[in-house]
T-cell receptor, first 111, second 113 residues
Framework: DAKTTQPNSMESNEEEPVHLPCNHS???????IHWYRQLPSQGPEYVIH???SNVNNRMASLAIAEDRKSSTLILHRATLRDAAVYYC????????????FGPGTRLSVLP | AAGVIQSPRHLIKEKRETATLKCYPI?????VYWYQQGPGQDPQFLIS???????DKGSIPDRFSAQQFSDYHSELNMSSLELGDSALYFC????????????FGEGSRLTVL
């Protein structure tokens, strides 16, 4: 599996934007970039994914570098409920192929 | 909307006993994944099934086995339990007709004494 690198932890103030970086210099052409998050005592939760173009959904935005060797998950206005571990995962479009979690970025949101 | 259902939510076993965890995927999802998460650790992939056939295998101990049944539910069987098997076990499901997104259950917490 292609490897990703994320900061161990980040801190943000409530209602401010958060930019969570991910490096994936060995990404292959068929790898999708997925982001999941895990809130305390819960199962991982899908956030967003993309291949080449930037993506937006109700939860977040995903900005993908032109060379695809890095990406950034953007939370536009952090809330206390966004405090979680965020995982950046590469996965080719093979159904049944597993997602490899970790280590991710532990995001703390300060009131 | 229906989510992934796992049972039991909590299970306490003694060393060397056996345990079975069950997972009911979202309706019309054809792929099931099992993950193990120890205290303070990231989820570790164990095994996955697509259309009732094993599709990928991770760090699943030989003492563990799993299968997916005709109704697409899956069971994870764990034998000769060890203290180190104490963990949260997550099941996830996905649909090949969808976006590939994994939907996770709330997990089953196994405690081995």
């Amino acid at each position: 599996d292609a490897k990703t690198t994320q900061p161990n932890s980040m801190e943000s103030n409530e209602e401010e934007p958060v930019h969570l970086p991910c490096n994936h210099s060995t990404i292959s052409g068929t790898d999708y970039i997925h982001w999941y998050r895990q809130l305390p005592s819960q199962g991982p939760e899908y956030v967003i994914h993309g291949l080449t173009s930037n993506v937006n959904n109700r939860m977040a935005s995903l900005a993908i570098a032109e060379d695809r060797k890095s990406s950034t998950l953007i939370l536009h206005r952090a809330t206390l409920r966004d405090a979680a571990v965020y995982y950046c995962i590469l996965r080719s479009d093979n159904y049944g192929q597993n997602f490899v979690f970790g280590p991710g970025t532990r995001l703390s949101v300060l009131p | 909307a229906a989510g992934v259902i796992q049972s039991p939510r909590h299970l306490i076993k003694e060393k060397r006993e056996t345990a079975t965890l069950k997972c009911y995927p979202i309706p019309r999802h054809d792929t099931v994944y099992w993950y193990q998460q120890g205290p303070g650790q990231d989820p570790q992939f164990l095994i996955s099934f697509y259309e009732k056939m094993q599709s990928d295998k991770g760090s699943i101990p030989d003492r563990f086995s799993a299968q997916q049944f005709s109704d697409y539910h899956s069971e994870l069987n764990m034998s000769s339990l060890e203290l180190g098997d104490s963990a949260l076990y997550f099941c996830a499901s996905s649909s090949t007709g969808g976006t590939g997104e994994l939907f996770f259950g709330e997990g089953s917490r196994l405690t081995v004494l």
